[in-house]
């Protein structure tokens, strides 16, 4: 079965600190896709990374990098220096291929971890 | 701005009510989501449509009825809601991706309706 656990619930920094925020995922399917999601407070679910099983690059984008290794299921995030704008509800997700192609897509999320970056 | 525009933003509505949820979005994009999002909680897939077809239904109770009448538009009609069924209500849209035969999740989400049930 399919599964994302995002084990820190609440995250506080404060301003310039590194923090990183801690995925692991479970699946059968070798084809995957792993997201990252932002949700500040207005609501909008605002799509940061998406990432296919058979890509292992770690990624850096500004301020933001990730982490991932298959061989222990995880898709970890990491904002440098961070900001009181980078507070938010962060969500990381999975695709199964195999649902992709058969019913048009099903993203499963895990329960998210709320950061704080204090002033 | 956000590429998913959903209307109202707000909606307070009696259990006898019947009001509905409307989502667009002029991207192109052939697949169409609902999804419930309780405080505190990930976002629940409810429905998804792939051109214009309903594809996924995650045993949604009836009282939610979706409607997708062209490839830009998709309503939510609810009827006889519950208080339980107060949440945050987000529409998602995204795009084929050409060889997969399916869509591959970069979901554009919309900012949601927050719904309440009195």
Redesign the interface.
């Known amino acids: 079965a399919q599964k994302v656990t995002q084990a820190q619930t609440e995250i506080s920094v404060v301003e310039k600190e590194d923090v990183t925020l801690d995925c692991v995922y479970e699946t059968r399917d070798t084809t995957y ?1 792993l ?1 990252w ?1 932002k949700q500040p407070p ?6 940061l990374i ?1 990432r296919n099983s058979f890509d292992e690059q770690n990624e850096i984008s500004g301020r933001y990098s990730w982490n991932f290794q298959k061989s222990t299921s995880s898709f970890n995030f990491t904002i440098t220096a961070s900001q009181v704008v980078d507070s938010a509800v962060y ?1 990381c ?1 999975l ?1 199964e ?1 195999e649902e ?8 499963i ?4 971890t ?1 950061l704080s970056v204090k002033p | 701005d ?1 590429e998913v525009t959903q209307t109202p933003k707000h909606l307070v509505m009696g259990m006898t009510n019947k009001k509905s949820l409307k989502c667009e979005q002029h991207m192109g994009h052939r ?1 169409m ?1 609902w999804y419930k999002q309780k405080a ?4 629940e ?1 409810m429905f ?3 051109y214009e077809k309903l ?2 239904n995650e045993s949604v109770p009836s009282r939610f009825s979706p409607e997708c009448p062209n490839s830009s538009l998709l309503n939510l009609h609810l009827h006889a809601l519950q208080p339980e069924d107060s949440a ?1 209500y ?1 529409c ?1 849209s ?1 795009q084929d991706m050409e060889g ?13 309706t ?1 719904l309440s049930v009195l």
């Open positions: 896709y997201f999601y207005s609501g909008e679910l605002v799509f998406r969500f997700a695709s291929a992709v192609h058969n019913q048009g897509g099903k993203l999320f895990g329960q998210g709320e | 956000t697949a989501y505190k909680k990930p976002p897939l998804v449509y792939s594809s996924i945050l987000l998602a995204s997969w035969g399916g869509f591959v999740e970069k979901l554009f989400f919309g900012s949601g927050q």
